[in-house]
């Protein structure tokens, strides 16, 4: 079993792809790049598949994410990939990222405090 350290650092790690590869980008120009969609899509995947590793008792300690949600994106890009609308992932991009990755840095922290001790 990977260490749950590592969850957070997948998630961390592709939150910090997407701000590269969103940086300056507006949502059209979002909507008109399959590849930079593409790349978007498979970080989000993977900060879904990462959240269903991180325990009920964390996730009841950070109310403010919405893990399900999260977790349940993931599941929707890659079961229903033809029904996306590319305006609701950038929605989630511009509005939810942020306060993850603080949260995801937040518990890197405890998690590091911890194991010091």
Sequence with gaps: M???KIYFHDILD???LIEKYISGKKEQDFIDDIQLQDSVIRRLEIIGEA???IPESIRNQ??????RQIAGLR???IHEYFGIKMSRVWKILIENLSE???TIICLIVEKNDEDRY
């Design 51 to 53: 959240v269903k590793h």
């Design 2 to 4: 990977r260490d749950l």
């Design 14 to 16: 592709s939150i910090n």
């Design 100 to 102: 993850l990755k603080n």
């Design 75 to 77: 599941d929707m890009l």
């Design 62 to 67: 950070n109310l403010s994410i919405p893990w």
